[in-house]
């Protein structure tokens, strides 16, 4: 399977990012569809399966890039779809749901910003079907701190390159603009599969 961009385009209803920081976000989305592309053929043809080796091979480069890039992919895509227009409103399922958990949307809505503030990566509201419940995790890069077989249902970027070039080091001011465009009928629409 080749891997394609999505085609995101950027409108001026949403607010959350404008539209040099989107472009420039869009690129490097586009980087890891591009590696992903590359990893695929290299683990087609001669990726030097013999020589694998733990400390330096290149077959172990394949194997770190592989995981990195897909995940690199996926979460760019899920995290541009959940940004929506201003004054989007949880409905009371989700509230509902969110509450089962954190004790209330507000509490929920707490967390998620403070592990917003805490990551160096991505915050992704997932849920994990191990323990029955949602959890908002931290992701210091693409593919370390997943939890496996979770779902993710929102997802933030918070690595420096997406927001430095229009908040500069105002992180709280991205996450705020964030938490209020957020498209809940994305959110409430990957919770199917939880039915
Ligand atoms: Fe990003």
């Given at each position: 399977?080749?891997?394609?961009?999505?085609?995101?385009?950027?409108?001026?209803?949403?607010?959350?990012?404008?539209?040099?920081?989107?472009?420039?976000?869009?690129?490097?989305?586009?980087?890891?569809?591009?590696k992903?592309?590359?990893i695929?053929?290299l683990l087609?043809?001669n990726p030097g399966l013999k020589e694998a080796n733990a400390t330096y091979s290149k077959f172990r480069g394949i194997k770190r890039g592989e995981t990195y890039a897909?995940?690199?992919?996926?979460?760019?895509?899920?995290?541009?779809?959940?940004?929506?227009?201003?004054?989007?409103?949880?409905?009371?399922?989700?509230?509902?749901?969110?509450?089962?958990?954190?004790?209330?949307?507000?509490?929920?809505?707490?967390?998620?910003?403070?592990?917003?503030?805490?990551?160096?990566?991505?915050?992704?509201?997932?849920?994990?079907?191990?323990?029955?419940?949602?959890?908002?995790?931290?992701?210091?890069?693409?593919d370390?701190?997943?939890?496996?077989?979770?779902?993710?249902?929102?997802?933030?970027?918070?690595?420096?390159?997406?927001?430095?070039?229009?908040?500069?080091?105002?992180?709280?001011?991205?996450?705020?603009?964030?938490?209020?465009?957020?498209?809940?009928?994305?959110?409430?629409?990957?919770?199917?599969?939880?039915?």
């Open positions: 399977m080749q891997f394609e961009k999505l085609d995101f385009e950027y409108t001026d209803d949403v607010t959350v990012i404008n539209r040099e920081q989107f472009d420039v976000h869009m690129r490097l989305y586009e980087g890891y569809i591009n992903m592309n590359e695929d053929a087609m043809n897909l995940d690199g992919v996926i979460l760019h895509e899920f995290y541009f779809e959940n940004i929506g227009s201003p004054n989007n409103t949880p409905d009371a399922d989700i509230r509902q749901l969110l509450s089962k958990d954190y004790g209330s949307f507000e509490e929920w809505q707490e967390h998620f910003v403070a592990t917003a503030k805490a990551s160096r990566g991505w915050v992704v509201l997932c849920y994990d079907p191990r323990s029955d419940r949602f959890r908002n995790i931290s992701l210091d890069a693409h370390y701190g997943n939890i496996a077989m979770s779902i993710p249902l929102l997802v933030l970027d918070m690595y420096e390159h997406a927001y430095f070039l229009q908040y500069a080091d105002n992180k709280v001011e991205y996450i705020e603009r964030f938490m209020d465009n957020i498209d809940w009928q994305v959110v409430k629409d990957r919770m199917q599969i939880l039915q």
